[in-house]
């Protein structure tokens, strides 16, 4: 790929090192900010969300992703990238990204240790800079109002879930940077839809665009939400609110559900945004699931507990068992509603087995 047999650059760049990881910022101006080095293009800019990417090698989807990125609709968002130890050419592909990109970029990473994406997830959250975050995949494209949608449906103690259209391989092989500029995924391009009535190409209905906001939800009356981790956005606080993301999770799949699980214990709602913020998955070999992934997550679903032992704090198992930390005390979420979420009492699990069947 051109752009990774260009020289390295000589940027302006700084490295923290937080416990064994490190956050990498590029800029022609940088400067030290609350003890996180921020990307800066003239003015600080007010961020509005960080979009987070979790990626792990795959540096020909990741440019597909932030190529995506250069045509948002609505501009006031930094990129945060969690490398879950890539190699050396992710590094040099971000730095030479981020000398022309559009949008400020933080690059966080760690040692390849296996799969660590919970910790390096937490690390990004940690690292980034506004008070909205949203969450996408190192292999799905957005769509230019991608963005714009998780900022304008945006709630108080509300988590936007999303889907995506899936790619077939063939298409996903053959797209380029220049095809996702010029706009070739946007609509139902002729081959897409040839993909899908051949098979090949999956959830096409995703990609339907809807202004009408009352129609997306008679659309979706009868869907339950779910938290998919390609595609969702919430407040940062809440997330911290959860203690963030279980790091037990050491193997593939799983993860995001857990998360959702969490968050609805802790009284937040879940709701779509479907065919609004729009994505497409490029295509890749399924990967299996393990009998630890799997047991982590119907642990969390039987009988979920907001709050993760292992996640941005390390705390004990004692200090999970309620459901108001620091944070839910001072607010005004209800302490008897809130025990009762968080109590085991035969009542409430017996109706979220109910509810789950």
């Not at 609505?74 to 050419?89: K, L």
Request: hydrophobic share 40%; net charge positive; proline share 6%.
């Amino acid at each position: 790929m051109a752009i990774l047999a260009a020289r390295k650059l000589k940027h302006n760049i700084q490295i923290t090192q937080p416990s064994r990881s490190y956050i990498l910022s590029l800029s022609a101006t940088a400067r030290e900010h609350n003890g996180v080095l921020r990307r800066l293009r003239g003015e600080c800019m007010d961020f509005k969300a960080s979009v987070v990417i979790a990626v792990y090698n795959g540096v020909r989807e990741l440019e597909l992703v932030l190529t995506g990125f250069r045509r948002q609709s609505r501009r006031e968002f930094e990129v945060v990238i969690a490398d879950d130890g890539s190699g050396p050419e992710m590094r040099a592909f971000v730095e030479l990204f981020a000398r022309d990109s559009p949008f400020p970029m933080q690059y966080v990473s760690q040692p390849d240790d296996g799969f660590r994406k919970c910790r390096i997830l937490n690390e990004a959250v940690r690292a980034s800079s506004a008070p909205y975050l949203i969450f996408i995949d190192a292999d799905c494209i957005p769509h230019p109002n991608f963005v714009q949608a998780h900022l304008e449906q945006r709630v108080p103690r509300t988590v936007l879930c999303g889907r995506r259209v899936n790619l077939s391989p063939g298409m996903s092989r053959a797209l380029t940077p220049q095809d996702v500029l010029a706009g070739k995924l946007d609509g139902f391009p002729p081959r897409l839809v040839l993909d899908a009535l051949l098979g090949r190409a999956g959830h096409l209905e995703e990609g339907l665009e809807i202004q009408n906001q009352g129609l997306r939800r008679w659309l979706h009356r009868r869907a339950e939400p779910v938290l998919f981790g390609c595609n969702y956005s919430l407040e940062k606080t809440l997330l911290e609110e959860v203690n963030g993301f279980n790091e037990d999770f050491v193997d593939y799949w799983g993860e995001d559900m857990e998360l959702g699980y969490r968050l609805r214990a802790a009284g937040a709602e879940l709701r779509w945004v479907r065919h609004s913020a729009i994505q497409y998955h490029l295509y890749h070999a399924p990967r299996a699931k393990t009998a630890r992934s799997c047991e982590l997550l119907e642990r969390a679903r039987i009988a979920p507990r907001p709050i993760c032992s292992n996640g941005l704090r390390r705390l004990e198992i004692k200090d999970t068992e309620s459901a108001i930390g620091p944070t839910l005390s001072e607010s005004a979420f209800p302490k008897e509603l809130a025990d009762y979420l968080v109590a085991d009492n035969p009542r409430l699990v017996e109706l979220r087995r109910r509810k789950l069947r």
